[in-house]
């Protein structure tokens, strides 16, 4: 099971650290990363297994935003299921 995870806002030292370090604690692991800044917003696409996810994904979506409330930026997670049914439409 896969999710995608986005980061947008302003950057600013730690943004990967943190995101990063909340999907360790949960055991989640990052297939695939890529992020940009333009000017001064930072952008982030995480492609992440959750298979071996040790809290439901609800929580963890939840536990994400949180830090990106800590950090002023908006996270935004979708089951891989619903993004790509999203763009098969």
Same mark, same amino acid.
């Given at each position: #099971?896969? !999710? $995608? /995870?986005? $980061? $947008? &806002? *302003? =950057?600013?030292? &730690? /943004?990967?650290?943190?995101?990063?370090? *909340?999907?360790? =604690?949960?055991?989640?692991?990052?297939?695939? /990363?890529?992020?940009? $800044? @333009?000017?001064? @917003? %930072? !952008? #982030?696409? @995480? %492609?992440? =297994? /959750?298979t071996a996810c040790t809290v439901p994904f609800d929580k963890l979506c939840a536990e994400l935003d949180g830090v990106g409330a800590e950090l002023g930026m908006k996270v935004h997670c979708m089951h891989e299921d619903i993004f790509n049914a999203m763009h098969r439409i």
């Amino acid at each position: #099971m896969n !999710a $995608v /995870i986005t $980061v $947008v &806002g *302003k =950057d600013r030292t &730690g /943004i990967i650290a943190a995101i990063s370090q *909340k999907l360790s =604690d949960h055991n989640v692991n990052i297939r695939d /990363i890529s992020q940009n $800044v @333009m000017d001064e @917003m %930072f !952008a #982030m696409v @995480m %492609f992440v =297994d /959750i298979t071996a996810c040790t809290v439901p994904f609800d929580k963890l979506c939840a536990e994400l935003d949180g830090v990106g409330a800590e950090l002023g930026m908006k996270v935004h997670c979708m089951h891989e299921d619903i993004f790509n049914a999203m763009h098969r439409i």
